[in-house]
Nanobody, 121 residues
Framework: QVQLVESGGGLVQAGGSLRLSCVVSGNIFALNAMAWYRQAPGKQRELVAHISSGGTTRYPDSVKGRFTISRDYAKNTVYLQMNSLKPEDTAVYYC???????????????WGQGTQVTVSP
């Protein structure tokens, strides 16, 4: 019904930057809040950035001032600009979207497949 496809991960040195993208497609009636999460080996998945349907953003202290989430409403796409990357940012990054689907007009939670971000010292 709904697919989330992430791109932009890779290997970068500490202090570098990466930009992740996530395109949402399918039976979309409305695309509400979107977010990026990450999961490092042996750790729980954690929120790194959230953007509401109205564009309000929030971040945990660990990435505040370094990461920026944005969205393109026309393209059903959410971005994560990551600057001043640190080795502790190494993780698989997942896109999340709250989508109202056309078939039921109910809001459901969808996830992308994840993209690896590796930051070398």
């Amino acid at each position: 019904q709904v697919q989330l496809v992430e791109s932009g991960g890779g290997l970068v040195q500490a202090g570098g930057s990466l930009r992740l993208s996530c395109v949402v497609s399918g039976n979309i009636f409305a695309l509400n809040a979107m977010a990026w999460y990450r999961q490092a080996p042996g750790k729980q998945r954690e929120l790194v950035a959230h953007i509401s349907s109205g564009g309000t953003t929030r971040y945990p202290d660990s990435v505040k001032g370094r990461f920026t989430i944005s969205r393109d409403y026309a393209k059903n796409t959410v971005y994560l600009q990551m600057n001043s990357l640190k080795p502790e940012d190494t993780a698989v990054y997942y896109c999340n979207a709250r989508v109202v689907v056309t078939t039921t007009i109910h809001e459901n939670d969808y996830w992308g497949q994840g993209t690896q971000v590796t930051v070398s010292p």
